[in-house]
């Protein structure tokens, strides 16, 4: 008897184990960080958000993308607005934004600032740079990369989560 309701109380803690997996894996965003959180609420890239789900991003973007695949799992590219999207395979969602846009800005930095300019609103904002290229930085898991052609002008931005 002891024996039965052992099997029994496994049974039910496995059935309730997935049934907390499926409910939390299934329709809800990824978790973000508090600096990702904080991104979010500080770019300016036609409303797209990382974390932001592939479905979420179709409704408010469209479907006239290209897709192709990339490390991360798909890249999306919109040439309107010019953005650019890493979705991550796994949770299909955004992991990675990419605009050379002129609307677009991040912590209010607007694309054609000095470079150097952009840089000192990141360091305020708690941004290191990443030692790789003058034009990245970090804070925990998200990088912000400013694009330039010529060293000088800052002509878009990438913002993505690290892990």
């Not at 997935?18 to 609420?41: D, I, K, W, Y």
């Not at 479907?63 to 590219?77: L, R, V």
């Not at 990245?136 to 878009?156: N, P, Q, W, Y």
């Amino acid at each position: 008897m002891k024996r039965k309701n052992k099997l029994s109380l496994l049974s039910l803690a496995f059935v309730l184990m997935l049934c907390m997996l499926f409910l939390n894996g299934c329709g809800s965003e990824p978790e973000l960080s508090e600096t990702a959180e904080e991104v979010n609420s500080n770019i300016g890239i036609s409303d797209i958000q990382l974390g932001m789900e592939e479905k979420a991003v179709i409704e408010l973007l469209g479907e006239d993308f290209e897709k192709s695949p990339c490390i991360i799992g798909y890249e999306y590219a919109y040439s309107d607005p010019d953005i650019n999207l890493g979705i991550d395979i796994d949770a299909m969602c955004v992991k990675r934004i990419t605009s050379r846009s002129p609307e677009c800005t991040v912590y209010s930095i607007p694309v054609g600032i000095k470079c150097t300019e952009g840089a000192d609103v990141l360091y305020e904002h708690g941004f290191e740079n990443d030692g790789d290229s003058k034009f990245k930085f970090v804070r925990e898991d998200v990088r912000i990369t400013m694009l330039s052609a010529d060293g000088e002008a800052t002509d878009g931005f990438t913002v993505e989560l690290i892990s």
